[in-house]
């Protein structure tokens, strides 16, 4: 092929001022896997719950998910402005990922614990992250980490009172 369909993506080098962006894209990257395991995780919490806690599950997965898919695309693009490409294979997701699958069939108040406790997890990610990014002056990376880590404990928060009930 030759012309616009032949370019193959590839690393630039980016001149803002940002120290040792592959650090920083590598942190980004790992919270862009747990974002995506955290996606597909609620979604098929959104799928699947049953029970009295039903509609509020039901409604409160969906502005997650929907919340999360958009924040993976911000995540993506941040790597692509720093100059890195953006993870791109699904065993690559994989395996940067530590959010992990529940073992069984969960029910509602299980189902709400196992997501707060994965949004913890990233939440801790996003924290680390803000660090590295702040102490290599990407202020843009460490504003975006912030901003991800609120939602992911507010988030948190919301499923384990749903998961006291």
Known sequence: MTGALSAVPSPDKVETGVKDTGAIAEGLADVLADTYRLVFKTHACHWNVEG????????????????????????????RALGHLAPSRMDEVLNRSKIEDPDGDLNAGQMA???????????????????VAGRRRD???????????????????????????
């Open 52 to 79: 009295p806690a039903f509609y509020s599950m039901h409604k409160l997965t969906e502005e997650q998910y929907e919340n999360m898919f958009t924040a993976a695309d911000l995540l993506a693009e941040r790597i």
């Open 113 to 131: 614990q196992d997501l707060a406790a994965s949004h913890e997890r990233i939440a801790h990610r996003l924290h680390a992250l803000a660090e």
């Open 139 to 165: 202020i843009v990376t460490e504003d975006l980490a912030t901003a991800r880590s609120a939602f992911h404990e507010q988030a948190a928060w919301m499923l384990r009172a749903i998961a006291k009930s």
